[in-house]
């Protein structure tokens, strides 16, 4: 059973944005902390940033700071994560994926518990 689905990359050229959203489905979620992780070839999975379950308090990795923002929608059966990513740089290109952690934050990519199938972000330079 899918429960977080992503959507929302493609390609776009250096200096462009990109919305990406990822919908967990499950009231379950409402009580867990989300985050967004990259892989680009021949890398490992690093941490892009997190937002918290309760008061949304959200983390960056240094490299995206002052570009990205990450938000959520807790509906009743849906949380919807967002990531807005602006000023984008050739080395953004990577699959991002969308997990779930019950930890409050973390940017341990063992500690989440639910994955995302990944969606493609491409920036050409």
């Known amino acids: 059973q899918v429960q977080l689905v992503e959507s929302g990359g493609g390609l776009v050229q250096a200096g462009g944005s990109l919305r990406l959203s990822c919908a967990a489905s499950?009231?379950?979620?409402?009580?867990?902390?989300m985050g967004w992780f990259r892989q680009a070839p021949g890398k490992e999975r690093e941490f892009v940033t997190s937002i918290t379950w309760g008061d949304s308090t959200a983390n960056y990795a240094d490299s995206v700071k002052g570009r990205f923002t990450i938000s959520r929608n807790n509906a009743e059966n849906t949380v919807t994560v967002y990531l807005q990513m602006n000023s984008l740089k050739p080395e953004d290109t990577a699959v991002y994926y969308c997990?779930?952690?019950?930890?409050?934050?973390?940017?341990?990519?063992?500690?989440?518990?639910?994955w995302g199938q990944g969606t493609q972000v491409t920036v050409s330079s």
């Open positions: 499950g009231r379950k979620f409402i009580s867990y902390s």
């Open positions: 997990a779930a952690t019950q930890m409050h934050w973390t940017t341990r990519p063992g500690d989440y518990t639910y």
